[in-house]
């Protein structure tokens, strides 16, 4: 018997060589019909033929598709035979019936990799190999579906080689791939020096792996922005980048040829070895051996390194002529600025950057690499981008209108909301800073466009800061396309997002601990130290850590010596905490020297000031107490390096009965950081790091 099925798939279905694969499938079952992407980023399928054959099909589809791909529903639907006598890709149409996923960038498969370093094949040596697995896709995609029109290829046409293996049913990864291509048709490699000219090589990539070897910094063109590539190894090259840079102390990232390269370097389990070669090649930050090659400048004070390996056939065939095999490859951003793009903002890394490897395949939108921790053997993400962003989080809850919402300031990401879906954009930076806050904009309107939301019938979500740049961008689209505002307390949504993490059911109640810098709060006070409860209808704040003055505002989180003056000063007198600073040898913390610190004495016995229950700054004044951070010249400073510290710490006895039984729900951290003063000349710093 004749039947005929429509069939539409969601999930990762664009972008991921699932049509070819379909028309493979379909040929091999002897079945007719169509594959076509919708402009919901899905793709329909038809199918018609005998009934076994057509049930064989249904059955074989999860099996048949490529590894990158990811189904997510399969929605059958009966239909009356269209006599189609053969199977075909259908051009794409922008009707969208469902919603799917924008595809993220995938890393280099093994076999495009595998091609350019065979010297026989034609691709060899060839920098953009990608085939219908694996290769750029959100950071080139200006619209769905993911068509090579609408990426940008559409500047590449291809050769007449590479059109027959787009038409060749047999060539498994180039068949209907839309993001191929090859030297004669493909983007165009370009090494330009410190004030942009043009310098004629023969090849650009040997080129710069010269120059790097002989200490230059290159800015390297990837897939979501530009790195600066330079030797990690020498203290004179990543001291120069650092000068350049405005950079003191933040790590700086390495990425290694491959894992054995990389294992000399840092310790690799199962778990991490796992996630540094799945396609989304993020940025790990794992212990570093005792003999690792790299300069202590890489990562000050630090016993971790971030690490990753090459994610693009440009960062393969570099890093094979670098003489480490190893390089420092940091985001090419000016300081305080996002990670650069565009040719056009090439001037403004001259200043870092001593030369220039620049290809003219456009990025579209910025995708920072991703970057993450182990926390008690579980991956954490510190930054989601490349390779993660935008895939969406499903939720146990369902919206019933769709929610735009704008996050808070500092290392922000934006984010869309359907259905049971979030969408979160690319990690954005901090959005105080008017690029950032331009990025964060545009990325949300992109997210609505691909995902077809009017601002209009959405929900506007912001930080409840009322001075923050996301909130006044949230109240400005409130008010453009009068949509509803809704401000959130900054832990409250931390908690949230912590439920959905844990697919916690709302109707059950939850308590949760954060521990944070700061966060705008309910009375005006900077709040970080919270416990929250949830009862099925509202977040509570039932405890937090005890206020403390932040004498000199902002000032206390720069230079933390002014919190730790501040929490000592509600139990000692001047003269203790002058001699307590004078035995530790901590008055040269303030940068103008003993008068300053007893200018922050006075201020933080008057008791004015902006009060925190702040976590972080408690930690930051046991950094101080410690001698381990004068001042905090990246987010979270101090305490990465109180708990890099502790790791050889053992416990030490609190007076507990001073800690457990407080009062009015308020944790009383002036008692904890003096416990900790007394106890500093009888017990190692790493103990009461601990
Ligand atoms: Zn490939
Ligand atoms: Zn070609």
Redesign the pocket.
């Known amino acids: 018997m004749l039947r005929a099925v429509r069939i539409t798939v969601t999930g990762v279905v664009q972008g991921v060589g699932f049509r070819p694969a379909i028309t493979r499938l379909a040929l091999s079952v002897g079945v007719n019909g169509y594959v076509k992407n919708l402009g919901g980023g899905e793709v329909e399928i038809w199918v018609e033929g005998e009934d076994r054959k057509v049930e064989l099909f249904i059955k074989s589809i999860e099996k048949g598709i490529t590894p990158t791909a990811k189904i997510e529903k399969i929605i059958i639907n009966d239909a009356k035979p269209n006599n189609f006598n053969e199977f075909t890709i259908h051009k794409s149409s922008s009707d969208s019936l469902l919603i799917s996923e924008v595809p993220p960038d995938i890393s ?2 093994e ?2 990799l595998k091609e350019i370093l065979d010297k026989e094949n034609r691709r060899y040596a060839y920098a953009f ?7 750029p896709r959100y950071s080139i995609i200006e619209s769905i579906p993911y068509d090579r029109d609408n990426t940008s290829w559409k500047e590449f046409p291809l050769c007449p080689s590479c059109i027959e293996a787009y038409n060749d049913v047999s060539d498994i ?1 180039r068949f209907h791939g839309e993001g191929i291509s090859c030297s004669y048709c493909g983007p165009r490699l370009n090494l330009l020096d410190n004030d942009l000219k043009l310098l004629n090589v023969r090849d650009p990539i040997l080129e710069t792996a010269k120059l790097i070897n002989e200490g230059c910094i290159v800015a390297v063109k990837g897939i979501g922005g530009y790195h600066l590539a330079c030797l990690a190894s020498d203290d004179e090259v990543v001291l120069k980048l650092r000068l350049r840079k405005h950079r003191p102390r933040q790590p700086f990232a390495i990425m290694a040829l491959n894992l054995e390269i990389l294992k000399k370097l840092v310790l690799v389990n199962d778990k991490a070895e796992k996630l540094l070669l799945s396609y989304e090649r993020p940025i790990l930050i794992l212990p570093r051996t005792a003999d690792a090659n790299v300069s202590p400048l890489v990562a000050p004070g630090l016993n971790t390194l971030g690490v990753f390996i090459p994610y693009t056939g440009l960062h393969y065939l570099l890093l094979m002529n670098i003489k480490d095999k190893f390089a420092i490859m940091t985001s090419g951003n000016p300081t305080g600025h996002p990670m650069i793009i565009g040719e056009e903002d090439l001037k403004k890394l001259t200043s870092v950057a001593d030369y220039f490897l620049v290809h003219n395949r456009r990025i579209i939108n910025r995708v920072d690499d991703s970057v993450i921790r182990f926390t008690r053997g579980e991956a954490v993400f510190l930054r989601r981008g490349r390779g993660y962003a935008p895939r969406w989080i499903e939720t146990n809850l369902r919206f019933s209108r769709p929610v735009i919402a704008f996050g808070s300031d500092l290392q922000s990401t934006g984010a869309i909301a359907i259905d049971n879906k979030i969408i979160p954009t690319q990690y954005i930076g901090d959005v105080d800073e008017y690029e950032c806050y331009k990025d964060l904009e545009k990325y949300l309107y992109r997210l609505c466009n691909y995902y077809k939301i009017n601002p209009k019938d959405a929900i506007i979500v912001s930080d409840l800061h009322p001075l923050y740049s996301s909130s006044l961008l949230a109240e400005n689209w409130s008010n453009k396309y009068g949509s509803e505002l809704i401000k959130v307390q900054h832990h409250k949504a931390h908690m949230a997002s912590a439920m959905l993490d844990n697919l916690h059911d709302i109707d059950e109640p939850a308590v949760a601990i954060t521990i944070d810098g700061a966060g705008y709060g309910e009375d005006g006070a900077i709040w970080g130290g919270e416990i929250l409860t949830w009862d099925s209808e509202k977040i509570e704040r039932k405890a937090h850590l005890e206020y403390q003055i932040m004498p000199g505002g902002d000032l206390a989180t720069k230079y933390p010596a002014r919190m730790l003056v501040s929490i000592l000063s509600k139990i000692l007198s001047e003269e203790e905490i002058v001699r307590l600073f004078e035995r530790r040898g901590l008055i040269h913390y303030f940068p103008h020297g003993f008068e300053e610190f007893q200018q922050c004495i006075s201020l933080a016995k008057s008791g004015r000031g902006q009060l925190t229950s702040s976590t972080g700054r408690v930690l930051d004044s046991v950094s101080v107490l410690l001698q381990l951070c004068k001042e905090r010249t990246y987010e979270g400073e101090p305490a990465i390096l109180l708990e890099e510290h502790a790791s050889n710490g053992r416990e030490i006895k609190l007076l507990t009965s001073d800690l457990i039984n407080y009062k009015d729900g308020i944790i009383p951290t002036t008692k904890i950081i003096c416990q900790l003063a007394y106890w500093i000349d009888n017990t190692t710093s790493q103990d009461i790091a601990y």
Request: charged share 10%.
């Open positions: 280099i498969c076999w495009c190999n990608s085939c219908a697995w694996c290769g990864r």
